[in-house]
């Protein structure tokens, strides 16, 4: 990248090079508005699903106009897993949008994206359609409300890539939680996630009177209970994903009698444990467990088409930032907010563990240090922490955010106070102006939270 990047105030104790998105942009942004040139882009989902947003370049006569398009690329990238979109209409120089069209033909983290918002979630080719600002489509943004239903017997389930999560409600009150060990990024059957799942629902409905409703979190994409991107299936073949995977929730419905079930991205059910619990709205809700999870709650307690996907979204832009181990791309979401953030930083913290041991294992390793008062643990919490304030600063440039709900496995334990209180701490020093309140649940909600709050995503059948 051409234009200078901005270290922090507050450097990442064991990530010195950590150079953040937002300081970044920020000061683009600065440069570019004193003589810069208007770029608009539309976001489109479905004719009836559109986002439109706008920024400045450096005009073509700027010495350092050649680091528009890594601005762009990068604002783009953030704006497409945060909104999503099988088609990019844009309005800006010419020269740009060619440049932005052969990104997502030819490179490979382009490559990823186009493929994965085209083929796997809208189902349709990828594109990005150059135009003028007169012919650029209007913004449509549905939202609905999500949840809140707790009559009845019902179930709650949260899939993640290290364990499953199940909580039984009986009118709103909890009778039963657990969570259970799983590793399903290695099945290549579906009928081995379907087990899991179903196992997991008996455990729970073996403390009800009866079953009325089921509720489900997951990582991916979902529409109408169908798995459109979903990590949890990235073993199965595509043709058998295809004839089984894509519809799995649909034959746990069937086998439960045809209940009302619904099964949404568990982003958004943190959003939503975190509106129910704080009976607050704009929440942006994130959980740092197997990967980064986020949900948004709108200020009107509505949640959007949005994919919100931020473990995507790009947040550092040291350009020797680890890489995301599936599309590739570097500095983005998922290797700053997880396990694998805290298994990266394991080796620099000077803790040496057993490379073949299970990721979440290393986890409760650390933080069984962390309780022993073990300072290199410590400085792994405290670098997390630095990345966690620099990065909500830039979720708050693209979302109105008045409450954040941090909760997921990373944050147990002693070494969740020193993630808030660092991340609290960059904020006051580095974003002064910025009004954001930041939450965390206690420890059960933490771990089974999303869980219960799934549980009360279904409306129950009206009796005629």
């Given at each position: 990248?051409?234009?200078?990047l ?49 920024t400045?370049?450096?005009?073509a ?44 033909r ?29 012919r ?32 039984a ?21 579906p ?15 073996a ?20 798995v ?15 004839q089984?995977?894509?519809e799995?929730f649909?034959?746990?419905?069937r ?60 947040v ?14 570097r ?46 643990a ?8 630095a ?10 440039d ?6 954040l ?23 006051r ?6 009004r ?13 939270g ?15």
């Amino acid at each position: 990248m051409a234009w200078p990047l901005i270290p922090p105030g507050i450097t990442p104790i064991l990530d010195p090079a950590f150079r953040p998105a937002v300081l970044a942009t920020r000061a683009f942004d600065q440069e570019a508005h004193r003589a810069g040139v208007p770029v608009s882009v539309a976001l489109e989902r479905d004719a009836h699903s559109i986002s439109r947003f706008v920024t400045t370049v450096l005009p073509a006569q700027h010495p350092q106009a050649g680091c528009n398009f890594r601005h762009l690329e990068r604002w783009l990238k953030f704006l497409l897993w945060s909104r999503g979109g099988g088609r990019v209409h844009f309005a800006g120089p010419v020269e740009l949008g060619q440049q932005l069209q052969q990104h997502f033909r030819a490179s490979p983290t382009g490559k990823f994206d186009a493929w994965l918002m085209g083929e796997r979630v809208y189902e349709r080719p990828f594109e990005v359609v150059v135009t003028t600002p007169e012919r650029l489509p209007q913004a449509i943004e549905p939202s609905a409300p999500l949840g809140r239903h707790w009559d009845g017997c019902r179930i709650g389930f949260d899939l993640g890539a290290s364990d499953r999560k199940v909580a039984a409600l009986r009118n709103g009150e909890t009778v039963f939680s657990e969570e259970v060990a799983w590793n399903p990024k290695v099945f290549t059957d579906p009928q081995q996630h379907f087990d899991g799942i179903m196992d997991s629902l008996q455990r729970a409905a073996a403390h009800l009177p009866r079953v009325d409703a089921i509720g489900g979190s997951s990582a991916g994409v979902y529409v109408n209970n169908l798995v459109k991107v979903a990590s949890l299936f990235r073993g199965v073949p595509d043709e058998l994903f295809k004839q089984r995977g894509r519809e799995i929730f649909l034959e746990i419905k069937r086998a439960w009698g045809g209940i009302p079930l619904e099964v949404v991205n568990d982003g958004e059910v943190t959003a939503l444990a975190g509106a129910m619990t704080l009976n607050e709205n704009a929440v942006l809700g994130i959980a740092l467990g197997s990967s980064e999870a986020a949900g948004y709650v709108t200020p009107d307690g509505n949640i959007t088409s949005w994919l919100n996907e931020l473990a995507f979204a790009p947040v550092d832009y040291n350009p020797n930032a680890p890489a995301d181990e599936w599309s590739g791309d570097r500095g983005c979401g998922a290797q700053y907010f997880s396990q694998q953030c805290v298994d990266r930083l394991l080796p620099v913290a000077g803790i040496a563990l057993d490379p073949k041991m299970p990721v979440p294992e290393k986890l409760v390793e650390v933080q069984t240090l962390m309780a022993k008062g073990d300072e290199r643990a410590a400085r792994i919490y405290h670098t997390i922490g630095a990345y966690l304030g620099y990065a909500i600063a830039h979720y708050c440039d693209f979302y109105e955010v008045r409450h954040l709900l941090i909760l997921g496995r990373v944050t147990s334990g002693a070494g969740g106070a020193i993630i808030l209180d660092d991340a609290k701490q960059v904020l006051r020093q580095e974003f002064p102006n910025l009004r954001v309140q930041i939450h965390t649940p206690d420890e059960k909600e933490k771990r089974h939270g999303q869980a219960m709050a799934a549980a009360s995503l279904p409306r129950l059948f009206q009796n005629p």
